[in-house]
């Protein structure tokens, strides 16, 4: 704003309805051209803060979050009525099923989005480390610290700290956590002092915690603090309908981390997929779609680009299980049981067994060369040892 008749109580509202500085005339070009060239860099950084916030939105919303299953479409809901809440969460689902995907999308829904979301593995570091990693601590409260250290929940201050593998804790931490819930207070190792903290807690585990209650290795008192909204995620074998586009979200993904093009998955590529049982769940998925992008010679992922264990398991499905064997082969398998069952009756002896089985010595021969029964596999196993 450029005014002739300058006051305080004018640039101050200028200010306010949202002028960028105030300027009183005389004006002095070097400093009209300083003050435009500064408004343009702030008006560039905060459309880069805009555009940085719409891709974490995009990464790690719901929008990034697949499923049409009805199953995820009730988690889709959930997560929108709890992101706005302070409530803790706690995400349970076996390994893989996407536990900090889920959290990541609580915090960037909810009024802490622009505030840290930190993650901690409880699992994942010794139990004389957790505590010192949660918490911080002073110098020399143990043995290698040379400095003082804040924890996680520190580093979250004003965010979302998620919590993975509770599970883990020891019985001493879990009080400690217990204590941070409940009153947003806790003392670095080897400090007197408390720290105050605004953190919104989200956990998650992949055991059931209700029979680690029940084992005695969880405390029931933090199971229900814990526990206020339980979102629990289906295996990908629950899913099935998911599979095709979870796979050609995994394929664009893939194919543009290592420079790749594919067009998508052919027919028979795709049944491969719906019909495998994927122990692994989503994280399995991916690295299968991975490994295809990568050893991949063709425009699609076919059969042949899949692993041999998954073809291997929907094979045998197929097949109610049993090898698949052709009819010459399932014809053999029986008979070269009976035989190797009636010689060993009879220690052997090649005249007896062809008696016994109505065969003259001759075929009785060629068939035991044939399935490589010409001796005693048991009395050859002895020998060798």
């Known amino acids: 704003m450029i005014t002739g008749y300058g006051t305080i109580e004018s640039a101050v509202e200028a200010i306010k ?3 960028y500085d105030y300027l009183t005339k005389p004006i002095v070009d070097d400093e009209i051209r300083m003050l435009v ?18 891709q974490l939105r995009s ?26 809440s302070k409530a803790t969460v706690l995400i349970t689902g076996q390994s893989g099923t996407g536990k900090s995907l889920i959290a990541r999308a609580i915090h960037h829904r909810s009024d802490r989005m622009e505030k840290p979301f930190v993650e901690l593995s409880c699992g994942a570091m010794p139990e004389t480390l957790l505590e010192s990693e949660l918490f911080g601590h002073v110098k020399g409260s143990f043995t290698g610290a040379t400095g003082d250290k804040n924890g996680k929940f520190l580093a979250a ?25 409940q009153e947003r207070q806790f003392e670095p190792v080897g400090s007197n002092e408390t720290k105050t ?16 209650v029940k084992a005695g290795r969880f405390r029931e008192d933090l199971y229900y603090r814990i526990n206020v909204v339980n979102i629990e995620l289906p295996p990908l074998a629950q899913r099935k309908t998911d599979v095709p586009l979870l796979a050609e979200k995994f394929l664009a993904a893939m194919c543009k981390t290592h420079g790749k093009e594919k067009t998508g ?11 495998y049982h994927w122990p692994g769940n989503v994280r399995e998925l991916e690295n299968v779609v991975e490994r295809g992008v990568v050893l991949g010679k063709n425009s699609q992922m076919g059969k042949e680009d899949l692993p041999q264990h998954l ?10 299980g049993f090898k698949q ?42 068939k035991m060369k044939y399935f490589g029964l010409e001796s005693d596999p048991m009395m050859q196993s002895s020998l060798s040892t």
């Not at 408004?39 to 905060?46: E, G, N, S, Y």
């Not at 073809?311 to 109610?320: E, P, R, S």
């Open 197 to 212: 903290v605004d953190v919104r807690v989200i956990l998650a585990t992949n055991s059931n915690l209700q029979e680690e």
């Open 325 to 366: 064997l052709s009819l010459r082969e399932a014809l053999e398998e029986p008979e070269k049981k009976i035989l190797e069952a009636t010689l060993r009756q009879h220690n052997w002896n090649r005249q007896v067994t062809a008696d016994v089985l109505q065969i003259n010595r001759t075929t009785l021969y060629k």
């Open 17 to 19: 309805m949202g002028a």
């Open 59 to 84: 990464r790690f919303g719901l929008e990034n979050i697949v499923g049409h299953d009805y199953k995820m479409l009730k988690i889709f809901d959930l997560i929108e009525s709890v992101a706005e």
């Open 265 to 275: 998955f052919t027919a028979e590529a795709v049944q491969y997929l719906e019909r």
């Open 311 to 320: 073809l291997d398991a929907v094979d045998q499905q197929k097949t109610g």
């Open 37 to 54: 060239s500064r408004a343009l860099d702030q008006q560039a950084l905060l459309e880069e803060n805009r555009n940085l916030k719409d």
């Open 157 to 181: 201050d004003g965010g979302t700290l998620f919590l993975d593998e509770i599970n883990s804790a020891s019985p001493a931490l879990q009080m400690k956590l217990l204590r941070v819930l």
